[in-house]
């Protein structure tokens, strides 16, 4: 029937038509499916790139989002915050700034709550900032990881500055609770912390430096190494005396308890015996016949053993261990040092058993640059050698040190030597005197050192005349330093040593002093 083709063929078109509408070209399809993509990809660079700066410039990123209040107050802050840093830099002074911060424990506990808060305050800033960003986005499980991994990144960037700064705040905080006395009464001759110039009334001190050979292998404790710093607190001038440890029969201040008890000079060993060094060990096991609370009465009794024999005043001590030395040596890379002659690691002999030890190696003459083993050996090596001669090394690597240090290396080991110091290291100095003792120490290292030897030339160990070594110590400790000069080093003569290990052959030999050849006193 015409009317049913008729139909039949206008559904057929229909449908035909319906098939052509509803059929897409492949290459329009592609077309678009890649253009989807690619919004999509650079809206996810967009998250990458303003988390990134919102981490660095906090605020920033929360702008970006749309969250321009929130943002704008944050950014604003941070702003403020380095205004007021760089007026610190260009106006005040940040060294004084950083020195009253450091000695002070209450302000380190605060620093460390602050980086702490800071970095609280910093990582919710990063998180908020990726999720607002992100917010308008499906992301892909891809896109999802590595949004994931650059927020971890993140925080571990602000962790890095505030954590660290925590840490030594505590660290420094640490150090200053254990090793320095806590603040109180301030010594009687102490420099007043409270004046613009904390020594203006105290022109001079002397500290009394001490290296304890206290250890597993040892009886009781001795000071192997004995220095007094007299150091003029105006212009740094210091005059490192070096004092023999086997000066006999020490002598004590008038109206101290071991002055009645010894009012010939220490003699509780016998002749040869009663040396200087051997003054702590009799006290810490007489704490009755010395003054002071009995715990310290090895280095009280040392101390005045100090003072009597030299004429000196001690305003302060410094004990040191043999491994905080160790340690700073390590700590700040090593020391480069020019050795005179073979050193002995090892020798001497066992003053319980009288045995030799046996020597385990030499350092090599020669320019050497030691670790901190190498260098404790260095300066107290005994076998073939001299009382003068180990001071000579002891004085002269003390100045070398001083002289290498660097104060990055110092920073990055930090807290290594701060626990070396709370294990090794005891001073009587103030938690509140710090900050007088660090503005001195910057003179001290301008002006440097003079090294002053007692030899035998001065006094004879083994019988000494008190009075000549005081008015020896009296000229030294008086003398100026010649305007626009290096300092100088006041060398010992060539004398020789009463005989200890092997010292009678050592000091008739010239390679025995620790001065280059053409420093020798017989150059």
């Known amino acids: 029937m015409p009317d049913s083709s008729e139909q039949a063929t206008r559904r057929s078109i229909r449908e035909a038509e319906k098939r052509r509408r509803s059929a897409r070209r492949p290459d329009e399809s592609d077309s678009s499916t890649e253009r989807h993509a690619s919004s999509r990809g650079d809206r996810f660079t967009h998250v990458l790139t303003w988390t990134t700066v919102g981490t660095l410039i906090p605020g920033a990123g929360l702008i970006a989002a749309g969250r321009r209040v929130l943002g704008g107050v944050i950014l604003a802050v941070f702003i403020v915050g380095l205004a007021v840093i760089a007026g610190i830099i260009i106006f005040a002074d940040p060294m004084e700034i950083g020195l009253h911060l450091a000695v002070s424990p209450a302000w380190l506990t605060t620093i460390a709550i602050v980086c702490a808060v800071l970095l609280l305050i910093w990582a919710a800033i990063i998180v908020a900032s990726y999720v607002e960003l992100k917010r308008p986005l499906s992301l ?11 927020v971890v990144c993140m925080l571990a960037f602000a962790a890095m500055p505030t954590g660290l700064g ?7 905080r640490s150090l200053l609770t254990n090793v320095f006395g806590n603040s109180g009464p301030i010594k009687k001759h102490g420099p007043n912390v409270a004046a613009d110039d904390p020594w203006e009334d105290m022109p001079h001190i002397n500290v009394l430096l001490l290296g304890s050979d206290a250890g597993k292998s040892r009886i009781g404790t001795r000071p192997d190494t004995l220095m007094v710093a007299s ?11 070096g004092i023999p440890r086997n000066l006999d029969f020490p002598i004590f201040p008038k109206g101290t308890k071991m002055a009645k008890k010894f009012p010939d000079g220490f003699n509780a060993f016998g002749k040869q015996q009663s040396m200087i ?13 010395v003054d002071g609370p009995k715990k310290q009465a090895g280095l009280t009794a040392t101390t005045h053993a100090v003072e009597g024999s030299l004429g000196l005043s001690i305003n302060y001590f410094a004990l040191v261990n043999l491994q905080g030395f160790e340690d700073v040596v ?9 050795v005179n002659r073979k050193i002995p690691i ?13 020597i385990r190696g030499y350092i090599q003459p020669g320019q050497q640059h030691l670790d901190g083993f190498h260098a404790l050996w260095y300066v107290r ?24 240090v660097n104060p990055a290396k110092l920073a990055l080991a930090f807290p290594q030597l701060a626990g070396s110091a709370t294990r090794n290291v005891e001073t009587d100095i103030q938690q509140d005197q710090l900050k007088s003792f660090v503005i001195l120490a910057r003179k001290v290292k301008v002006a440097g050192f003079q090294t002053i030897q007692i030899d035998n030339n001065v006094v004879k160990t083994w019988h000494p005349d008190y009075d000549k070594l005081h008015k020896f110590i009296d000229k030294k400790t008086s003398e100026k330093a010649p ?3 290096a300092p100088t080093d006041t060398k010992p003569s060539k004398t020789k040593d009463k005989p200890t290990q092997s010292s009678d052959e050592a000091s008739n030999d010239p390679t025995t002093q620790c001065y280059p050849p053409e420093e020798r006193p017989d150059s």
């Not at 925590?166 to 420094?172: D, K, N, P």
């Open 277 to 289: 060094n051997s003054v702590w060990t009799w006290a810490a096991q007489h704490p009755q016949y």
């Open 166 to 172: 925590a840490f030594y705040s505590l660290t420094e």
């Open 231 to 241: 150091i003029d607190t105006h212009t740094g001038e210091t005059k490192l005396i």
């Open 483 to 485: 305007s626009g000069t």
């Open 330 to 338: 390590n700590s700040i890379g090593g020391v480069d040092i020019n």
């Open 140 to 150: 892909q499980s891809p896109q999802r990881v590595l949004g994931g991994v650059l």
């Open 346 to 358: 090892g020798g001497g002999h066992d003053l319980g058993t009288g045995g030799k030890y046996p």
């Open 381 to 404: 090596s005994r076998e073939g050698s001299n009382n003068y001669d180990r001071m000579c090394r002891q004085q002269r690597m003390i100045k070398t040190v001083l002289g290498q």
